[in-house]
């Protein structure tokens, strides 16, 4: 059995910055990337920022480019976001995620590329 677990998640003022982790735990596993995602009350999950173990390429969605920075570490099924500039609608729960299923980075923006998911850390910005 796979397990993420996330950390770092807090409440912090706009403008401010949060490093979230995320290691992995149980059997071992491999994977093509990580990534994290976040849902907002109300809405659904979206896409924030991926790491490609191949190339260590990363991507991000438009809402945090510039502001966010992944890194990852394959041999330890390990990811970090550091979150700078934070304003009050990045306030979410924040997942990562390992992608397993599809090897190619187009897929690493899709949800449903992801197979394992840690149970989430609450990120606040308040205004």
């Known amino acids: 059995q796979v397990q993420l677990v996330e950390s770092g998640g807090g409440l912090v003022q706009a403008g401010g910055s949060l490093r979230l982790s995320c290691a992995a735990s149980g059997r071992t596993f491999s994977s093509y990337g990580m990534g994290w995602f976040r849902q907002a009350a109300g809405k659904e999950r979206e896409f924030a920022a991926a790491?490609?173990?191949?190339?260590?390429?990363?991507y991000y969605a438009d809402s945090v480019k510039g502001r966010f920075t992944i890194s990852g570490d394959n041999a330890k099924n390990t990811v970090s976001l550091q979150m700078n500039g934070l304003k009050p609608e990045d306030t979410a729960v924040y997942y990562c995620?390992?992608?397993?299923?599809?090897?190619?980075?187009?897929?690493?923006?899709?949800?449903?590329?992801?197979?394992?998911w840690g149970q989430g850390t609450q990120v606040t910005v308040s205004s």
């Open positions: 995620a390992a992608r397993t299923t599809y090897s190619d980075t187009y897929y690493s923006r899709y949800d449903y590329a992801y197979a394992y």
């Open positions: 790491i490609n173990w191949s190339g260590g390429n990363t």
